[in-house]
């Protein structure tokens, strides 16, 4: 099955500087990676999503990139505010069930 | 804006007992989910259901585990016999669209302590 592997496990950026997590996948088939934000006490919640024939998505001051070769899938945060820090999730999936990496908790320090 | 609601929002039981969560999907959609995440660990898919019936289901998702929608709005999941390795934080989803077109939106979770 799936398998999808995340890092770092944690970031410390400055304010104002860019963010970068980065993730790979095993199953080739996968053709949907979606990135999740998680905040204190709450549920995931979709942010950006990419699907493998695009290899690049922006929105605003998220992007994600995708090289399906080398199934390696990233987020970038540019110009960082304080309420970016959450715990964030990439995912990978080919049918119904999405299978998550473990998580990278983003710490914006002032 | 539709939200999917869970509750409770905490729940504590003894080991060996049963437990029910339950989950409101927001009411247009017809593919429904449970996830389960361990604390500080990742977000783990249990089983997805569609058309009163399971799609999909994961190696956690043993005989101890049960999906039923027992009304046109509740979503629940019933674990028979708690054990301590059942603390986790469960998380129901819901999306209008099978498979890759749909976004997926979670509820807040239901914490479950097993004693």
């Known amino acids: 099955g799936e398998n999808v592997e995340q890092h770092p496990s944690t970031l410390s950026v400055q304010e104002g500087d860019s963010a970068v997590i980065k993730c790979t996948y095993s199953?080739?088939?996968?053709?949907?990676f979606p990135w999740y934000k998680q905040e204190l006490g709450k549920g995931p919640q979709l942010i950006i999503d990419?699907?493998?024939?695009?290899g690049e998505k922006k929105d605003q001051r998220i992007a994600v990139t995708l090289n399906k070769t080398a199934k390696h899938f990233s987020l970038h945060i540019t110009e960082t505010q304080p309420e970016d820090s959450a715990v964030y999730f990439c995912a990978a999936s080919r049918d119904d069930k999405i299978i998550f990496g473990k998580g990278t908790r983003l710490h914006i320090l002032p | 804006e539709p939200e999917v609601t869970q509750t409770p929002s905490h729940q504590v039981t003894q080991m060996g007992q049963e437990v029910i969560l339950r989950c409101v999907p927001i009411s247009n959609h017809l593919y429904f989910y449970w996830y389960r995440q361990i604390l500080g660990q990742k977000v783990e898919f249990l089983v997805s259901f569609y058309n009163n019936e399971i799609s999909e289901k994961s190696e956690i998702f043993d005989d101890q585990f049960s999906v039923e929608r027992p009304d046109g709005s509740n979503f629940t999941l019933k674990i028979r016999s708690t054990k301590l390795e059942d603390s986790a934080m469960y998380f129901c989803?819901?999306?209008?669209?099978?498979?890759?077109?749909?976004?997926?939106?979670f509820g807040e979770g239901s914490r479950l302590t097993v004693l």
């Open positions: 990419i699907r493998s024939n695009v």
């Open positions: 199953d080739s088939a996968s053709n949907y």
């Open positions: 989803a819901s999306r209008e669209l099978a498979g890759i077109t749909g976004e997926l939106f």
